[in-house]
């Protein structure tokens, strides 16, 4: 999909824009439903997010994947992590078996799963001393994500496991929108206060070696992030180009994106965040990405879970769009009749 960087540049430039004519359908169809303008709240305003990017004034839900993409990251030899790199393939096998917490919530809300496992036998380089990928490793990985987008699908759903991610999302915040490494570090996996600190200085010692790079998404993306991050990069464009709504799981899944909002901040108009992340620095980038999650519920598992959660508000989004009587059909007399 994305033969060369260029591509990829081009990908991020060239943006389909909503269904105006679905959108202002839709609204139409909300303002004759029994029940006072706006009295659903977030709920209307969702069915109207789904209804353009999907094109219809009616959306559905009947085919939702979860993507959950997974690496390894050679950082992790700073000490950064509470667990060994090796969990990452164990919680692989974990997903296959049916024994995560992201299964049982997809299995609960007729969730597909699809767990894409990228060269774990390979982690990436240590980014305090060199850039994580190689130009090709990055496209390749920026092409996994692309490619897992299911064409038919009517939302995506994108999560991600690697032991060590939280660095390289903390680190590729801090690359996209600035701040000290202290404003996007926190405890990932269980770090206690001297492990925090230790990750603290790993972030800003991996931005000061890295941030005369930082020219492009690309840039950002190759030099701190991970193939599981670069996945969930590529699958948010595809997914733009084949106007897919999309939910970003949280802080690691946002901070994937960061460097692409950086450089164009409505590439990422057809997704919305499912939670606040309990990572604090997840806050500090919804912020300046002006989004505002949907579930505040102090996770921070990853996995998709939260993302998988957020689809029963969807769900009833789109019961109540669609399934309303209007004030004719229900004989119920307006407040303009």
């Given amino acids: 999909y994305f033969k060369d960087v260029d591509a990829f540049s081009n990908a991020l ?12 359908a839709a609204k139409n169809r909300q303002e004759k439903l029994t029940k006072p303008p706006g009295s659903l709240g977030r709920l209307e305003e969702l069915a109207l997010w ?14 939702i994947h979860c993507l959950v993409f997974a690496g390894n990251h050679g950082v992790v030899a700073q000490g950064i992590s509470a667990y060994p790199a090796e969990v990452t393939t164990q919680m692989v096998n974990n997903f296959s078996s049916g024994g995560a917490a992201i299964n049982q919530i997809c299995e609960l809300f007729s969730i597909g799963l699809n ?30 994500g ?14 991600e496991m690697g032991i060590g991610n939280t660095t390289a999302a903390a680190t590729l915040a801090m690359a996209s929108f600035g701040g000290h490494a202290e404003d996007w570090v926190g405890k990932g996996t269980g ?21 005369n790079q930082f020219e492009t998404p690309f840039d950002i993306i190759r030099c701190v992030g991970g193939r599981e991050l670069a996945a969930i990069a590529g699958a948010i464009i595809k997914a733009r180009h084949l106007k897919i709504p999309v939910i ?11 460097p692409l909002a950086r450089f164009n901040m409505a590439v990422l108009d057809h997704t919305i965040i499912a939670h606040t992340s309990a990572e604090p620095g997840h806050k500090r980038l919804v912020s300046l990405l002006d989004k505002s999650p949907l579930l505040s519920l102090d996770m921070r598992l990853g996995e998709g879970t939260g993302a998988a959660l957020a689809t ?19 004989g119920v007399s307006n407040r303009d009749a």
């Fill in 115 to 144: 767990v894409e496992a990228l060269e774990l036998d390979c982690p990436t380089a240590d980014f305090t001393k060199e850039p994580a990928m190689s130009t090709d490793e990055c496209l390749a990985a920026l092409n996994v």
């Fill in 191 to 211: 770090l206690d206060e001297l492990g925090v600190r230790r990750k603290v200085e790993v972030v800003s010692t991996a931005y000061h070696l890295h941030q």
């Fill in 146 to 159: 692309a490619s897992a987008i299911p064409g038919d699908a009517d939302l995506v759903l994108l999560g």
């Fill in 13 to 24: 430039r060239d943006l389909p824009s909503p269904n105006i004519e679905a959108l202002n």
């Fill in 50 to 63: 789904l209804a353009s990017w999907q094109g219809t004034p009616t959306p559905l839900l009947d085919r």
């Fill in 312 to 330: 029963g508000l969807l769900r009833a989004a789109i019961a109540t769009h669609n399934g309303m009587a209007t004030f004719e059909g229900a």
């Fill in 248 to 258: 970003l799981d949280g802080f690691i899944s946002t901070a994937s994106v960061a």
